[in-house]
T-cell receptor, first 116, second 114 residues
Framework: GAVVSQHPSRVICKSGTSVKIECRSL??????MFWYRQFPKQSLMLMAT?????????EQGVEKDKFLINHASLTLSTLTVTSAHPEDSSFYIC????????????FGPGTRLTVL | AQSVTQLDSHVSVSEGTPVLLRCNYS??????LFWYVQHPNKGLQLLLK??????LVKGINGFEAEFKKSETSFHLTKPSAHMSDAAEYFC????????????FGPGTRLSVLP
């Protein structure tokens, strides 16, 4: 149980295009989902917290117009990188917190984004 | 505010010898503490977690960690390293409470030599 999937696992795009990454909780409902970014050989940095049915909360320094987050259902959150540039190339990881549970996050396998 | 320090960016051990990965935390609240492992280009796997129950926590693959409040530490240990343990390890702190954010340490890369 408690499986989180991400799609796609890897994406390569041209500079200026937009890319959508999906995060799904497969066997539980998640009121809250989180999006992290990880640069090579670095730790995970929280980008934003996504709550179902409401606007996401972005961490300081993260452009909300650049990284659009939608959490339309209890099992799906999407991150759209708009007008991607090479500096957006990174490993994006989502996690989902089961509804009604304390201090639990289950992580997806990550999405490797490369912007040419 | 919460923060995590992992004192060693890289630890190298020989196969069959003990592993010690150090973690110190700072938290304004009673914390939950976690250790995650990440193999190259993979997602995170939970090794173990402490949530104010027993201070010695046993996890998967023979790992365990001890919560020491007086030292604000949560070091990860394993009696005998295996080649498959080579990976990146992250210590994470989260204040007790629903939906609180995780704060990740910088990570420790474990190398296991044959």
């Amino acid at each position: 149980g408690a499986v989180v999937s991400q799609h796609p696992s890897r994406v390569i795009c041209k500079s200026g295009t937009s890319v959508k990454i999906e995060c799904r909780s497969l066997d539980f409902q998640a009121t809250t989902m989180f999006w992290y970014r990880q640069f090579p050989k670095q730790s995970l940095m929280l980008m934003a917290t996504s709550n179902e049915g409401s606007k996401a909360t972005y961490e300081q320094g993260v452009e909300k117009d650049k990284f659009l987050i939608n959490h339309a259902s209890l099992t799906l959150s999407t991150l759209t990188v708009t007008s991607a540039h090479p500096e957006d190339s990174s490993f994006y990881i989502c996690s989902a917190a089961p509804s009604g549970k304390y201090n639990e996050q289950f992580f997806g396998p990550g999405t490797r984004l490369t912007v040419l | 505010a919460q923060s995590v320090t992992q004192l060693d960016s890289h630890v190298s051990v020989s196969e069959g010898t003990p592993v010690l990965l150090r973690c110190n935390y700072s938290s304004s609240y009673s914390p939950s503490l976690f250790w995650y492992v990440q193999h190259p280009n993979k997602g995170l796997q939970l090794l173990l977690k402490y949530t104010s129950a027993a201070t010695l926590v046993k996890g998967i693959n023979g790992f365990e960690a001890e919560f020491k409040k007086s030292e604000t530490s949560f070091h990860l240990t394993k009696p005998s390293a295996h080649m498959s343990d080579a990976a990146e390890y992250f210590c994470v702190v989260s204040p007790v409470g629903y939906g609180q954010n995780f704060v990740f340490g910088p990570g420790t890369r474990l190398s296991v030599l044959p």
